[in-house]
Each structure stands twice: as structure tokens, then as C-alpha cells.
């Protein structure tokens, strides 16, 4: 029987919402004041969901602290008390936006699960902006 | 890739749970306290899930501004502050469960999300009677 | 050395503001959508506080078993999947607001906090009507 | 249409990460604070989904009371303020992860869901041991 | 009676903890990655209470809506979407640190309480930098 | 201007209330299933809040860093993933309820305030056994 696992990160972080093809204007058009040149900012939550079988010695799909360091290590300190435009290498020339951070989340993680988990696989990577909108990429 | 992009909007309202073809003594029955003739009410939470490949100029899949705004005017702003049997004109006839409500919401909205969104289809909508009773409509 | 001691207790009700010496105009223009004629509704969270000194026999201020029997007994049985205006005794003839009846649940509570507590005494009543709107009372 | 109907109550109970058939120095590696001999604990959230279709009669598609009444008998009652790995009949010679524990919950709870409801049947159980680490399992 | 009555707004901003008279050097030792010159970011929640006598035409101390109105219109409009240090008059020449953002908030709003109500007058600001960070000015 | 400044801080642990100069029937009657004599456990929420005034060259009354960093060295390091009856040595001999455990913590913290903040003083200690069940001592 398989089992999903999750574990929740946070971090805080500046970003705006700018394409940079486009005229200001255009930009204030489509985004509002989530273009605001001078940034914004969020208490991102990130759910990261693993599935497997557990393993009969453990109990364990995955080590949830495992998991955490992961997640720490390859995403949230990159991107914890930083601004995502403009201080974060796996989002230069990309939109700041959730559902494309969460896109960026996905492909980091993904290839990582296995080192740290024999029968685990990435099932989904939520990330929520705000507690009323939030994003999520399932497997 | 595809991403699941989600808006929570909440309305306040008014129901009972009333079954007109049955006696007084069987809603009691069935109902309980939900059959108060005098009605009760809850905060409902209403989390609308669009799936969809974000587009590549915005980075959004669906503009959450737009999709509060569409879900305000279809839905919350005709039952908030509302009696859900009386004063709902998509709920007469049916039962006022949250199973019937979030039926009805999906109907409402399933047509109009390709209207502001060029990718999206509506994947979810869930409803919160309270933070322990909620129910789900999936595609 | 005085500890706080608090309880979280939930209700399920409907209401109106509505002051029947007033016109159905005035109503509507003080209290907008609140005065619904066919109602509206809330998740109420009511948290009770008792101040005293922990007995040394049990470490309590009071057993919390007691004072959630106590807050159902006294409000929560007579206010739950009920209609604040027409329903509850307590409440005849009153504005249905959270602050009166905030004050009419301090009213009935504080003299039956020292029956089920040797040192406490009432500190606090407060009703969350949704979780942005709220009110309380103070000793 | 189908609609997924859901259920959270909650229990206070302890427990510790230890396997037997290893030395104590092996569960401390492996399980860290979390093998603490004299045990640790948690508020755990249980969410129960069932999917079925809506009842013409009722909306419903699964009368929560009676969710709520079969889960509290079949479950929450065997660990709520008990030891995980020492008082719970259905965890004996189980490892007390939160994977295997809602894994015997499914079976506890999936025949018993036909006897309550006349088209549902069991979707899915959720259990948090922390608001930062939970699981689920889906049919 | 006094009643003490809050209304909970949010705001989305950009901020950095920097004391300009001090090098670099000195405001990263200080201060650590809330320092980081490229800006970091938060959901701010803003409760505002208010204390005075219920009116007993309306039953209220104060009308939620006006003072949700008065909020928005002095505070959240010209923090929300903004970076708190650059974009936001009020905090010019300041520490943006929630202490003194808090202390901006209650000068602001401490004289415009009694113009809309009659009995009023600002209790508290509280202010929720992350869920485990917050401040609060209490009169 | 004196501002209030908090930090949260969580742990998990087992307990039991159980008075040993009690007969077990006695415990059994008066503390419920909390007497059971294999214990049960708790998320427990810790929130510290210190009172002062702001430090013109931070912003801070106290930096939260160094408040997070004493609750963790004094407090949640020697009783997360512990069984508060057996191996917390500052909860030998007193009961193990959340009043007890609260006074511990303030007479533990208290002294420390100062060394960590120039014009801070300890206001409030409150303790989380559940979301609804808390206690707080305050100055």
C-alpha cells in the first residue's frame, strides 16, 4: 500500500511580477501593483509530498528530517529572505510568478527524492503566496 | 507542465437541512439540529482550482485577480450574507447541503473559466461548511 | 502566582442586525447586508478565560473538562444550530450583535465560575463571529 | 457527479520510533529524538474522505454525524490519550510511524463506510502528526 | 460594560532591516539575511481593537465596516503591494522593523477612532509579521 | 512608546497527570483518561512575549534571533521529543500540567530577558496543549 508523506517549509521572500519585453505600461496593465518597481513580498509556505511504500524496518516512506534538509538545502536557502528576480539563480530570465517558482521547485526536487528515499518518488510540490492563493504541480 | 493555481474566497450565510416531501418528525430524524426551522449558519470557505500551462508572458495560468473577481460575481456576492433555501435563485428546489451547494458552484463556474483564462479548466472546487465538515468536487 | 486559563468552544448560528424600532430603510442603511431579512450565518469560536491560583493537589485553575461542560450547559446547547434573534432566550429583545452577546454570555458564566473552581474567577470572553471579526470582554 | 466528503476530528496520543530487532544505539541513529525511550507525543488531525454520489433525498452523500460517530468508535476512542505502541490493539508489533498508522486506519475504516452510506465509499485517510509533517492515503 | 472589538486586515510588503549610518559590514552582523540589499518580503496581518460602550441602537462600538474602511484608507493602502522602506511616506527616515511600523500604524489611527465612533478610542495594534513573529502596542 | 514583541516557539512531548500521593483510582477520577498510565502527548505552542521600548538604532525591542535562540536553549531543547514527567529535571516533583509547566518556563526565562535586551522585561508566557486548551501568565 502506498503512502504519501509531506512536509512543510517556509521562507520569506521579495519579488514583482515584470516582463521585461514590455513597456511599463503594459506591465502596471496586466500585473497591477504586483509590478511595483520597488518589490513586494510574501511568507511563502512550500508542501513538498513524497509517495512510496513504506519501508517495513522504518515505518518510513522517507525520513521526514531528511526530507526537510533536502528541501533546505536545494530550495528554501536559496530563496529564503531573498528578493526571486534578482537573487536567485534558478529564476534569472523567468517570471517571478508562483506557478513558475513552483515549476523551478519541481525540477530541483525531482531528481533528488530517490537519493534519500529507496521507494519514494516526487508525488506533488505546493507552494502557497498567500493563504488565499496558492499553486500546486502534481506527478 | 501543468499547474493546479487556487483562489479561497469565503461568504457567510444561512440554510437548513429540509426535506419539504418529508413530515416535521423525519427531518427532525434525519437532520438533527441542521432541521432548526428557525435555521443556523456557517463562514463557508470556497477554494476554486484551476489546472492549466502557464503562460509563458505572465507566468500565470489563470490571472487570480481575475478568477476572484469572476468567483465573486457568480457565486459569493449571490449567497454571502444570504439565506441559502430562500434567498439563492441557483439553489431553489434542492437541498442546501454542501454537497448540492458545491455541485451547483461547479456548474456555475465550469463554462466560465476558459473565458478568463486561455489554458485553464476548472479541476476543483472545495467547500468548507466548517473547519471539520467540508466536501469536494474533483474533474 | 495567577495563570490564565483558557477554553475554545464552537457554535453554529444564524442571525440579523436588525433594531425594530427603526424603518426596513434605516436598517438596510445601517447594517447593509447584515440585516437580511431571511438572515445569515456564522461559525462562532468562543474562548473562555479563567484567572486563579493552581490548587498544589492537581496543578488546574480549574479542570478544563469542567469549564467545557459548563460553557456547553450554559451557552453553546442553547445557542448552537440555533437563530440568535428568535431561538435563544437570553438574547429576547436584544441586538444580536457580537458584542451584546458577548456581554450576555459574560453575564451567565462569571457567577458559575467559582462552583466549579476554588481560586478562579471569570477573566475573559471572546467570540470570533469569522476569523477577522472579533470581540472580547475584560475583568 | 461524484462528490468527496470529509471529516477531521483529532486525538492526543504518545508514542516513540523504536525497532526492536535493533540495538538501542541503532534506533538512536536512525530515529534520533524520536526513539526517546520515555516516549514523546502529538495532537494528531485525522481527516477521513468518502466519494460517492448525493443522496436525492438528503444531499448527502455520507451523514457526517455518522462519519464522525463510526470514526470516534473505530478509532479515535483506541488512541486518544493512549500510547501508540503500548495500548492500541491494531499497532501491535507495528513500527508507530504516522505511514503505518494511517495505514491501519484505512483498514479499520474501509469495509465499515457501505454500512453508513449507501454510495460511498472510502477515499481517503489524512493524519498529521504536526502541522509540518503529515500523510495520506489514497485509493 | 466596556467591549473591546478587532478587525484583522493583511498587506503584502517588501522590507529590509538597514540602519543607514552603520557600513555593511555592521548592518549584516546586525541584522544577518534581514539585511539582504535586494529586499526580503512578508504577509503582514493587521488586527486593530478598539474599546468603548456598545450603542444600544445598534449594538455596536464600533461599525466593523467603517473601521475596516478607515484601515485600509490610512494604513493598508499605502503599505500593501509597496516596499515598507522606500515607497511608504510615513516611514521615511525609519527602521522598518514591525516595532516601529506598529508605533507608525497606532499615531495614524489613534485620532481617527472617535470620528467613527461614539464611544471608541484605540486599544490595541497588533501586528503579525510571520506567524511566529509579532508586535503589539497596547494603550 | 512601549511595544510588546513575540516569538513562538513549539515542541512536542508526553505527559501524564498522575498525583503520586493518590491512589490510582483517585488520579483516574479526578484527571480522566490525562491519568493514563502509559501516557499521552501534545504539539505544545510556546509564545514568549517581551515588553519594552524600541532601540532607535535597530527598531528592536529584542532581537527575535536571540529571543528564539534563549527559548530554545533554556526551554524547548530539554523538553521537545521528552516525557515532561520523567526527563525534564525543572518539572521534578510538581505536576505535569500546563499551568505548572507555564509558571517553570517564566521562572526560567524571566532573568534572562535583560541579558539578551537593553529595555526588555518577560510580559507574558503562553502555552498551547492544544488549539483549545491554554494558559498564560502574564506580568
Same mark, same amino acid.
Given at each position: 500500500?502506498?503512502?504519501?508523506?509531506?512536509?512543510?517549509?517556509?521562507?520569506?521572500?521579495?519579488?514583482?511580477?515584470?516582463?521585461?519585453?514590455?513597456?511599463?505600461?503594459?506591465?502596471?496593465?496586466?500585473? %497591477?501593483?504586483?509590478?511595483?518597481? /520597488?518589490?513586494? %513580498?510574501?511568507?511563502?509556505?512550500?508542501?513538498?509530498? @513524497?509517495? %512510496?511504500?513504506?519501508?517495513?524496518?522504518? %515505518?518510513?516512506?522517507?525520513?521526514?528530517?531528511?526530507?526537510?534538509?533536502?528541501?533546505?538545502?536545494?530550495?528554501?536557502?536559496?530563496?529564503?529572505?531573498?528578493?526571486? /528576480?534578482?537573487?536567485?539563480?534558478?529564476?534569472?530570465?523567468?517570471?517571478?510568478?508562483?506557478?513558475?517558482?513552483?515549476?523551478?521547485?519541481?525540477?530541483?526536487?525531482?531528481?533528488?527524492?530517490?537519493?534519500?528515499?529507496?521507494?519514494?518518488?516526487?508525488?506533488?510540490?505546493?507552494?502557497?503566496?498567500?493563504?488565499?492563493?496558492? @499553486?500546486?504541480?502534481?506527478?
Amino acid at each position: 500500500m502506498e503512502v504519501l508523506v509531506s512536509r512543510k517549509e517556509h521562507f520569506n521572500a521579495a519579488h514583482k511580477l515584470y516582463n521585461p519585453t514590455w513597456s511599463d505600461e503594459k506591465n502596471k496593465e496586466v500585473f %497591477g501593483p504586483c509590478a511595483n518597481e /520597488n518589490w513586494h %513580498g510574501h511568507n511563502f509556505e512550500l508542501i513538498v509530498t @513524497v509517495i %512510496g511504500t513504506p519501508d517495513p524496518e522504518t %515505518g518510513f516512506v522517507i525520513d521526514l528530517k531528511k526530507l526537510s534538509t533536502l528541501i533546505r538545502a536545494e530550495v528554501t536557502d536559496k530563496v529564503d529572505h531573498k528578493n526571486l /528576480n534578482l537573487d536567485v539563480d534558478f529564476m534569472q530570465g523567468k517570471m517571478a510568478s508562483s506557478e513558475v517558482l513552483a515549476t523551478e521547485i519541481w525540477k530541483i526536487l525531482e531528481p533528488q527524492i530517490p537519493v534519500v528515499s529507496k521507494t519514494g518518488r516526487l508525488h506533488s510540490v505546493k507552494l502557497y503566496e498567500t493563504p488565499r492563493n496558492f @499553486v500546486e504541480i502534481l506527478a
